[in-house]
């Protein structure tokens, strides 16, 4: 009697039985979920929504006090010879200031001449301050007239750098180069995952298969997450980790299927007992795959970061869209193509592939290597992911700072500029204080003690700006840190002194009056104490819903537990090599950064769920088969090599699919962008090789049966695991029967 047919056998039949329905539906969803996105848009993460702690109530406590909160904007003017004192200096600055005054849009502009604080240390440099009223996020259209202004006062001042930067100047600069980035990492994601597919398939068809599906799944999550960013507003990385995911999976998914169906057609079974056998069992894999990467990430909700949220919930909406074209649309295309899928045929790749299921011949060597001196392939594969991951205890995490982008852009430069000669002007601290009326004579005098106090410290500077809401029950008091660098120890030490001794003793001390700060540096400080709280219950999350899918699939306790030791190690291994090339700045003149001396704040926890779910992909591709094979009678260690040898071809595409599209992001302009791409990279590729062609087979071989080895109190379990045709099913071996009762 055939066991009865798993979820992804019924849907792959049902997509095979109405072919027609299956991938008009697929389109319309596509075609529905992309209009749908545009029309709606996507709500954007605000600052007031990304806050965490007391940096983030502040910063609620600021939008709803209906500040009437203007773009601000500098120039920098500086002379390597002249100082303010000199007439020619001051000739500039009054030209600078009548420019500015004049064009559109541009409000309440300070002089150097006439407000303190705006001339630096040396006397070389000097800022012009001013603000664009209305909506901070349109800043970007208002500052054009301004920028015209300060360009031609550059063109009449040759002999002086005068150059702008400011909340609308720098949106402007960088919206169209991370724009320019994300389309360029589309165009290129493209074409490398063809040819890698072409080189997979030898044939054009099989090759564009997967990736059309792919990158119809990725555009369908895009406007998917746009409707969904109305309810939780989407971040500015989550629209690119969607692209990064979205290939990998959506190309691995369709990889494995489309692999084994060929495998099947290679062993005599006619077309439709191919694609019923490969739905039963490689759709199934595809399908547990799919469910541990939605289970892993779905960790990120448990952040109580908004950033990690939202990233958590494109990444999600990526990951279904990938399960559900591989289960669905891709059976119902191979049906009506057959054996029509191998058509555009390219000779030379045809023959360098070999034939479906054919073994590979250096995976071939490395695994009867592997396989006859398992103790030593273990114990040397574990020593050099071991060595790989001692770095990674020195890992400290920063927030992504405007100086993280690359000096290549010239905005960037002009902020370094004023950081060098005005510190902490760009990245003040921001005092927001609260009352039932903030312009009493009590609070009015308590807000100088504070900027007094403060500047007293020698940690925090001038100048010191103070803005009331209209309803005279918030004050914002801006006050420069002192430090070139917002996540400093100096900047840490100064948030401090402001926090616990300065605010107490002076606006503290007024009755009814509450006084909370925020701004970088204490966004930064906040975002770090809220991993340290939550980062143990997301990984014990991520560990125990894992270990229990693995269960439930493979009903064995030693399958899981190794499962995540070996992921624990791809991971770390990881984490080594992004402290390395990143935060010791090994890879900076390479991949063309600035060592911030860290690892922006959301990269590891983003990397540790991403990593676990998308290493369980190979994992659970290979062991599926393994049991497959052990389930028909063969040994487990003739399983595992016969099984490895078979889809070490597929692993290896699979995985060059993700490391090319993960090293694209690499090269992107984003500091954050580029860490997770790389992070991602280095990781799949140890998976594919040290982990699952090493280790996996070693461990197995060493353990034998009791791989398969189960409590017989927990012989309740429901079983879950990938069945196999039942023309192929034999007896099962004894040791693994008595192990699973």
Request: glycine share 8%.
């Amino acid at each position: 009697m055939s066991p009865p047919p798993n979820f992804a056998a019924r849907a792959g039949r049902w997509s095979a039985a109405h072919w027609k329905t299956a991938t008009i539906g697929w389109l319309v969803f596509v075609a529905v979920a992309i209009l749908a996105g545009s029309a709606a848009g996507t709500r954007a993460l605000t600052q007031s929504d990304s806050g965490n702690g007391e940096s983030g109530r502040a910063l609620v406590t600021l939008a709803k006090a209906g500040f009437q909160q203007p773009a601000s904007e500098t120039v920098l003017i500086q002379s390597d010879t002249l100082t303010p004192s000199d007439p020619r200096f001051r000739a500039v600055i009054r030209n600078v200031v009548g420019a500015v005054s004049t064009a559109a849009h541009v409000a309440n502009v300070r002089s150097p001449l006439d407000t303190a604080g705006q001339i630096s240390a040396d006397s070389h440099s000097a800022i012009v301050r001013f603000d664009l009223p209305g909506k901070t996020a349109t800043a970007k259209d208002r500052v054009v007239p301004a920028l015209a202004a300060v360009d031609a006062a550059q063109r009449a001042y040759p002999d002086f750098s005068i150059r702008e930067a400011g909340d609308g100047s720098a949106d402007r600069a960088l919206s169209k180069r991370l724009s320019d980035d994300f389309t360029r990492a589309e165009r290129l994601a493209l074409p490398i995952t063809l040819a890698i597919m072409l080189l997979a398939f030898g044939a054009l068809v099989a090759a564009g298969l997967p990736v059309l599906l792919a990158f119809s799944g990725v555009f369908a999550a895009i406007g998917v997450s746009g409707l969904l960013s109305h309810v939780l507003a989407a971040a500015d990385a989550t629209k690119s980790v969607i692209l990064l995911v979205g290939m990998a999976v959506g190309v691995d998914y369709s990889l494995f299927y489309l692999k084994r169906e060929r495998e099947e057609r290679a062993a005599g079974h006619d077309p439709h007992d191919a694609l019923m056998r490969t739905a039963a069992t490689s759709g199934e894999a595809v399908l547990i795959s799919g469910a541990t990467v939605l289970v892993a990430v779905a960790g990120m909700l448990l952040s109580g970061d908004p950033t990690f949220k939202s990233i958590g919930v494109g990444t999600m909406v990526v990951v279904a869209c990938a399960i559900v074209g591989s289960l669905t649309v891709l059976p119902a295309v191979m049906h009506k193509l057959g054996d029509r899928v191998e058509r555009g045929r390219i000779p030379l790749l045809s023959r360098l592939r070999g034939a479906p299921g054919a073994e590979s011949r250096l995976w071939g060597a490395v695994l009867d290597v592997v396989l006859r001196r398992p103790v030593a392939s273990a114990a040397l594969a574990t020593g050099v992911l071991v060595a790989a991951t001692v770095p990674a205890f020195s890992l400290q995490t920063k927030f992504l700072s405007f100086n993280d982008l690359p000096h290549s852009i010239p905005i960037v430069r002009t902020v370094a500029n004023l950081n060098r000669a005005f510190p902490g002007t760009t990245v003040p601290a921001v005092v927001v204080i609260k009352a039932p009326n903030v312009n009493t004579d009590r609070i009015r005098s308590a807000i100088v003690d504070l900027r007094d106090s403060a500047v007293a410290t020698g940690r925090l500077t001038l100048p010191v700006d103070v803005a009331r809401n209209p309803a005279g029950t918030v004050a914002r008091v801006t006050i420069p840190i002192k430090t070139r660098d917002s996540r400093s120890r100096a900047a840490y030490a100064a948030l401090r002194t402001l926090r616990t001794k300065i605010i107490p003793s002076t606006i503290g001390a007024v009755p009814g009056a509450t006084a909370e700060v925020t701004g970088e540096t204490a966004g930064n400080e906040d975002f770090n104490t809220l991993l340290s709280v939550r980062l143990p219950i997301v990984f014990a999350f991520v560990l125990g819903f894992a270990f229990l899918l693995l269960l439930l699939t493979f009903r064995s306790i030693v399958i899981p537990l190794k499962a995540i030791l070996l992921n624990l190690l791809s991971v770390g291994a990881a984490y080594g090599f992004l402290v390395a090339t990143f935060q010791w700045g090994w890879g900076e003149s390479i991949l063309g950064f600035q060592s911030t001396g860290g690892i922006t704040s959301w990269v590891p926890p983003f990397l540790f769920v991403v990593l676990f779910g998308l290493s369980m992909d190979y994992h659970v591709f290979i062991l599926s088969r393994v049991r497959e094979l052990v389930l028909g009678g063969t040994p487990t260690q003739d399983a595992v090599s016969r099984s490895i040898r078979q889809t070490a071809g597929t692993v290896t595409a699979a995985a060059i699919v993700m490391v090319a599209v993960f090293s694209i992001f690499a090269t992107l302009s984003q500091l954050d962008l580029k860490q997770a791409g790389f992070g991602l990279a280095v990781a799949i590729l140890l998976d594919a090789t040290l982990i699952r062609g090493v280790l996996l087979p070693a461990t197995m071989t060493l353990l034998g049966e009791w791989n398969w080895y189960l409590p017989r109190w927990l012989g309740w379990l429901p079983q879950l695991q990938v069945p196999i045709p039942a023309t192929s099913a034999k007896a099962v071996p004894a040791a693994v029967g008595a192990a699973g009762k």
